[in-house]
């Protein structure tokens, strides 16, 4: 059988099992669990797969589960990536698959992902005398919170022998058929900082005698304004941004602490260094000022994903031949974060978009929106892609 023909039979299988891509993804979406708390999830996965009798390994790194397709002929191994936690939002849809948990929905389009990657690993799996090389399927846990959930996996030896990584994520702002890529820097490494200010609190009509922390947390988050601006080049992209600000008192007393949470976001490790240790700087010279003291925590998240010229080049060109497809260009660089970037630093790979926007333009939500969704058709689309990517892939 030649390689189209092949790709073609499978891109029709896909279209078959279309109904049960859905009927996946809205289970998920219906019983979503939250990052590091996926049990079921990763129980219905493994389920899913030893119903197929696909090997599997499970609870990799924690949540994760591996599942492993051979094909009968000798060749690369490559793995597909998909990655199945929620978030800790309250799903406002009007919809019948809406979240059934309160607080907790699938507002990152991970449970598509999931349904995604599974529908096609039993199209391969069915296909397996006809492919070569090995497959393996990663489905990871807890992507939306660090330190997530691909880092352990990979300590646990799910890329043990894999010489290429793709992974999709489904993208609601862009057109269903629309496929994005991007080489070198893609999305940032995502970082978080925590300020406590400790100073003296006392009588709203006596400000002389207090150390006033409302005061000194607007000036700092003012200063911080000019780390990115005044500390790091202009070449590299970076981000600091300040999310919350609380000192809660009575409308007539002048607060003694405050607590200030935020996250940075950059490219290049000389950047990260920089603002890591200027926010610090700040908060130094602004509390030294007004004789306050404050503690200072910086988490540092994922590293930014970089993807790698060939495998990006291959998938842009795999993309423009693949059935459902009708546009592939570069993507803008996103200053969001993914721990798909610690796959990127260990085997050559790439990560990219498929356009997910809801057919009705007037409920397109972003993504982390109480109302995000997205449009199912896109789900078969990144997988012909994907298996486009496994069946032409050759490792010279």
């Not at 057109?175 to 003296?200: E, H, W």
């Not at 970089?306 to 592939?328: D, F, M, S």
């Amino acid at each position: 059988m030649t390689l189209s023909t092949l790709q073609k039979r499978i891109n029709e299988r896909l279209d078959e099992q279309y109904e049960e891509m859905v009927e996946i993804r809205r289970h998920l979406h219906m019983n979503p669990e939250l990052s590091f708390q996926e049990v079921e999830t990763a129980a219905f996965i493994a389920n899913y797969y030893q119903s197929l009798h696909i090997p599997i390994r499970t609870h990799v790194g924690g949540h994760g589960v591996l599942a492993f397709i051979e094909g009968a002929a000798p060749g690369p191994a490559i793995a597909l990536r998909a990655d199945f936690d929620a978030l800790p939002i309250h799903d406002e849809k009007d919809v019948p698959y809406r979240s059934t948990k309160a607080g907790v929905m699938h507002a990152c389009g991970h449970d598509g992902h999931t349904a995604t990657l599974l529908v096609l690993a039993k199209i391969l799996h069915e296909h397996r005398d006809l492919l070569k090389g090995k497959i393996v399927l990663i489905h990871q846990h807890a992507e939306e919170y660090a330190p997530g959930g691909a880092k352990p996996m990979i300590e646990d030896g799910c890329l043990d022998g894999v010489d290429v990584i793709f992974g999709t994520h489904l993208w609601s702002s862009e057109p269903c058929g629309t496929v994005l890529y991007k080489n070198g820097n893609f999305m940032a490494a995502a970082d978080r900082f925590s300020i406590q200010i400790q100073g003296k609190g006392g009588h709203g009509a006596q400000p002389h005698l207090t150390k006033d922390a409302v005061l000194i947390g607007s000036q700092i988050v003012a200063n911080l304004q000019q780390v990115v601006s005044r500390k790091v080049n202009p070449i590299d992209s970076a981000v600091v941004s300040v999310g919350g600000f609380v000192a809660e008192n009575a409308f007539n007393v002048i607060a003694d602490s405050a607590v200030l949470t935020g996250t940075a976001r950059s490219f290049e490790e000389n950047a990260r260094q920089i603002i890591e240790h200027e926010i610090e700087q700040v908060i130094k010279g602004v509390c030294h000022m007004h004789d306050a003291s404050y503690t200072y925590e910086y988490v540092r998240g994922y590293p930014a994903v970089k993807n790698h010229p060939k495998p990006t080049e291959y998938i842009a060109e795999i993309a423009k031949q693949t059935e459902g497809v009708l546009e592939v260009k570069e993507a803008a660089t996103q200053m969001g974060g993914e721990d798909f970037a610690y796959y990127l630093q260990h085997v050559p790979g790439t990560f990219f978009y498929t356009g997910a926007m809801p057919e009705n333009s007037h409920e397109v939500y972003p993504h982390h929106h109480p109302k995000f969704d997205i449009n199912e058709k896109a789900m078969p689309i990144a997988a012909k892609v994907l298996a486009h990517a496994v069946l032409s892939y050759d490792e010279s």
